[in-house]
């Protein structure tokens, strides 16, 4: 197959998953099959295009970390830290106080927790606990919450526990307040830590059955190693000691044979290293090594990456899960797709572990929030680990502190590529010159799941969709007559 | 809620985003120990937490994110088709929210930025394949292609919000919202 052959050429039948579900946002997979069910090509299309860049034009940059959030309420506080880290050199911040960097660490802990037992037990946990491919009526949540209630509650009350967090800190579950240039605008109360205290233990407990739960699913099937696997590069931020690190450090890049790319870089130079390429058929861009190439400089991001590109692990349960993670990978880089799901477990057990520290530390209810600043700088760029992998935001401003340019290159926008190419490879392990049924269509969507995309947004085509469209108002009233133009330009 | 609802059989209730952040699903999942009762009481239908791709005939249609290209209408001309009672949740389904700030600028402009002249682009062109949905000159409210029964604010409404539309409602009744939980934030 040609990764970049028009979706159009030839081809006897076309199939379409559309939309992918059980993935937050939405994208679509088509498959072109000839006359013998052979693949001719299979993609992910991100369908979805919002012109955030654009818009983002002409607001003043402390609005920025409250206004990202809407890019997506899946981890809103994972664009609210990245940003606000941008326009803390905006407005010529050095150094936060250590009571505004332990508070948004904390923030960020409760981000990832909530965020990873929301993609294994609410989004996918069905396809390892009935079977990739079960009843698709079963597939879903109440499915496991009806038939393995006391797994899926847990699930429920470990992702509760994380908004809980998010709530205590930012005021609001989703799309809250808290992160502002030079710091925090509140503090953590006595009794908010007391609350959060309470429960930690449990959550403790139950991430490291979530952890053991994975463990044995990977380990107990043997045809995971090969599903949707590739070879890699991988690329995170790791701290100076070449430990796993969520909010701040340099940027590493491994091969796939574990030898270095690059490591340590500091990631206000990110543009050197990264460039993104537009392909016809997707609104996400695929990003690449500018050195290696476009066929050759795809990466990985998230949690196998971060697990994989890692060192250490700086909490002691999650460390000795790493150890055997790496003992499974013969010591080197595990490639095995479906093992982001592991990888994302010993996080979700070293963030459950983290917030016990930090609410255990005594700074974590100071006021001491907001940091000195100096002259305002034209440019700010905020990197940070999300739970899907390294975040990048930058920022130009005006004398007027108005945004004049925005850059973003989100997670799941870097495993683009990676996506792909696993939904190729699962087509051609199971699809090919197979009669195509619902059960089989599941295991693309099992591949794609296990990168935990991050779509927002919607899609939903009934039939092909039109070059034309006639938009009527609900009481007949023609509001609007568009049509696509061979330029792509809308009329 | 009332058991005689339930004995006869379960409600059938669908959810979608069109152009939205998905933050108002969340808000849904955020119900936390609540929602396995609720799931009791109820069935999902087509919704981006269960495998059903295409809606079948449902009494409730939770609606997030506006309308910004060709397949939300139909999505939503689908919905409006399938669900006896279509709720318009959050603002970006009731008013457009963050999307409709491109409404501010010309389409071709925000693609010309993400695509062509934005930082670190190589192989600049608009992406125009025919397996991508052609995008509207604006984003639009959901109210403004199809009559909607009822609008849940916020960004996004809580889940406390989302229980006191969706109960009275399952019971056959108009839902109130306290005041305390109509935010718009
Ligand atoms: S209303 Fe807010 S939370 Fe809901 S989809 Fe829009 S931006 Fe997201």
């Known amino acids: ?45 991100i369908v979805e295009f919002r012109g955030f860049e654009k818009f983002i034009q002409g607001r003043p940059y402390w609005e920025v970390p409250f206004f990202v959030q809407r890019l997506c309420g899946i981890c809103p506080v994972s664009h609210q830290l990245a940003a606000g880290k941008a326009v803390d050199q905006i407005a010529g911040v050095r150094q936060l106080t250590p009571a505004a960097t332990k508070l948004r660490r904390l923030l960020h802990f409760g981000q990832m927790l909530q965020s990873h037992a929301l993609h294994f037990f609410h989004l996918s946990s069905p396809d390892f606990l009935f079977g990739f491919g079960s009843d698709p009526r079963q597939r879903n949540i109440a499915g496991v919450l009806a038939q393995y209630p006391e797994i899926a509650m847990k699930g429920v009350k470990l992702r509760k526990y994380g908004q809980q967090i998010i709530e205590a ?64 590069h991988y690329l995170s931020m790791t701290g100076s000691n070449g430990e796993l690190e969520f909010y701040h450090g340099g940027l590493r890049a491994n091969a796939a044979d574990g030898s270095s790319i690059f490591d340590q870089l500091d990631y206000c130079n990110y543009q050197q290293i990264i460039k993104e390429e537009v392909r016809s058929w997707s609104y996400l861009k695929f990003p690449y090594f500018s050195a290696l190439g476009t066929g050759q400089g795809w990466y990985r991001v998230g949690p196998l990456a971060r697990i ?89 401003v005006n004398e007027e502190g108005l945004v004049t340019q925005a850059n973003l290159i989100v997670s799941t926008t870097s495993n683009n590529q990676a996506m792909n190419e696993s939904v190729r490879v699962v087509a051609n392990q199971y699809l090919d010159g197979q009669e195509i049924t619902e059960a089989l269509l599941n295991h693309l969507e099992v591949a794609v799941r296990a990168y935990d995309p991050c779509l927002s947004c919607a899609t939903h085509a009934l039939g092909k969709m039109p070059l034309q469209v006639t938009l009527q108002h609900r009481d007949g009233k023609i509001i609007h007559q568009l049509t696509k133009g061979v330029d792509g330009a809308v009329r | 809620m009332t058991t005689e609802h339930t004995i006869k059989r379960k409600l059938k209730i669908a959810t979608t985003s069109l152009a939205g952040c998905f933050g108002c699903h969340m808000s849904f999942l955020d119900m936390d120990e609540r929602l396995a009762s609720l799931l009791e009481q109820v069935e999902l239908d087509r919704s981006p937490f269960t495998d059903i791709k295409h809606c079948g005939p449902c009494d409730i249609g939770l609606i997030e994110g506006g309308v910004c290209n060709a397949e939300n209408v139909h999505v939503l001309r689908e919905f409006r088709a399938s669900c006896k009672i279509l709720v318009a949740v959050g603002a970006c389904a009731i008013n457009g929210g963050v999307p409709a700030m491109r409404n501010y600028f010309d389409l071709q402009d925000c693609l010309q930025e993400a695509y062509l002249t934005g930082t670190g682009i190589t192989n600049p062109q608009i992406p125009n394949d025919i397996e991508l949905p052609l995008l509207l000159d604006k984003v639009y409210p959901v109210s403004e292609i199809v009559p909607i029964d009822y609008f849940l604010p916020g960004c996004p409404p809580s889940a406390d919000a989302f229980l006191q539309l969706l109960q009275p409602l399952l019971a056959g009744q108009k839902p109130v919202i306290a005041t305390s939980q109509l935010h718009y934030d």
């Open chain 1, 1 to 45: 197959m040609e990764p970049d052959k028009p979706a159009s050429s030839p081809a006897t039948r076309r199939i379409a998953i559309d939309p992918v579900t059980r993935v937050e946002g939405h994208g679509k997979i088509t498959l072109l099959i000839d006359d013998h069910n052979h693949i001719v090509e299979a993609r992910f299309h």
């Open chain 1, 169 to 232: 800190i930012t005021g609001k579950r989703i799309h809250g307040t808290g992160t502002v240039p030079g710091g925090m605008n509140k503090a953590l109360t006595l009794s908010e830590r007391d609350a959060l205290l309470a429960d930690i233990d449990d959550i403790l407990q139950w991430s490291q059955e979530a952890l053991t739960l994975n463990e044995q699913i990977h380990t107990a099937h043997p045809e995971h190693r090969d599903f949707g696997t590739l070879r890699s």
């Open chain 1, 308 to 396: 994989n590109n890692c060192d250490r692990i700086s909490t002691p349960l999650a460390e000795a899960a790493r150890l055997r993670f790496r003992a499974y990978g013969n010591g080197g880089a595990v490639h095995d797709t479906l093992a982001y799901h592991w990888a994302r477990m010993i996080e979700l057990l070293h963030c459950a572990e983290s917030i016990h520290a930090l609410l255990h530390d005594t700074g974590i209810t100071s006021t001491d929030l907001m940091a000195d600043k100096s002259e305002r700088q034209p440019q700010g760029i905020g990197v940070i680990e999300a739970p899907r992998g390294t975040l990048f935001h930058h920022y130009q």
